[in-house]
């Protein structure tokens, strides 16, 4: 089955610099990829999400990077700002995401003041 | 409109007790998801509905789990004992037929002793 492996598992970075947030993926199948954001005790909110016909997609602050050749994804947050504390997750899918998720272990960002 | 609801929030049981998890998707939300997540970890897909039907259920324990959902619309997730590696929260989500996105419940904390 597919396996995805999340980096960093912790992120501090200074309020107003950017964070990145990398994933790979084993199963070449995988054609989408989600991006969600799980603040403590709350449910996991979707942020972002790319498909594998696309290489970059972009929403305001937030970026999501795809290399399907290395079958690596990547999402990049720029000034960041502390309500951006929290732990983000990285999922893939078979079957465009009508098929269930397989998630990364997270990551924790600290947004320092 | 209104979200994904799960109930109970919270669950204290003793090993080798039973208990049982309510989930009511978005409405005409076709498909339904149950997912585990152990503390400190990204959720865990344990079976996915089509409506009333299993599309995957791979990931199931079903010697102690089960998961039924008759009219194709509530679910109910049921563990019968609980062991200690139980405890985590269970996450239902739901998408709608054709859609990506998945979106999820609040979660039920279960806390095994």
């Known amino acids: 089955g597919e396996n995805v492996e999340q980096h960093p598992s912790t992120l501090s970075v200074q309020e107003g610099d950017s964070a990145v947030i990398k994933c790979t993926y084993s199963?070449?199948?995988?054609?989408?990829f989600p991006w969600y954001k799980q603040e403590l005790g709350k449910r996991p909110q979707l942020i972002i999400d790319?498909?594998?016909?696309?290489g970059e997609k972009k929403d305001q602050r937030i970026a999501v990077t795809l290399n399907k050749t290395a079958k690596h994804f990547s999402l990049h947050i720029t000034e960041t700002q502390p309500e951006d504390s929290a732990v983000y997750f990285c999922?893939?899918?078979?079957?465009?995401?009508?098929?269930?998720?397989?998630f990364g272990k997270g990551t924790h960002l600290i947004i320092q003041p | 409109e209104a979200g994904v609801a799960q109930s109970p929030r919270y669950k204290i049981i003793e090993k080798r007790q039973s208990v049982a998890f309510w989930c009511n998707p978005i409405?005409?939300?076709?498909?339904l998801y149950w997912y585990q997540q152990i503390l400190g970890q990204g959720p865990k897909l344990l079976i996915q509905?089509?409506?009333?039907?299993?599309?995957?259920d791979s990931q199931l324990p079903k010697d102690r789990f089960s998961a039924e959902r008759l009219k194709g619309v509530d679910s109910t997730l049921k563990i019968q004992p609980a062991k200690l590696e139980d405890s985590a929260v269970y996450l239902c989500a739901s998408s709608s037929t054709g859609g990506d996105t998945q979106y999820f419940g609040p979660g039920t904390r279960l806390t095994v002793l």
């Open positions: 999922a893939a899918s078979i079957g465009g995401g009508a098929d269930g998720l397989t």
């Open positions: 509905f089509q409506n009333n039907g299993v599309v995957d």
């Open positions: 199963d070449s199948a995988s054609n989408y």
């Open positions: 409405s005409g939300h076709a498909t």
């Open positions: 790319i498909r594998s016909n696309v």
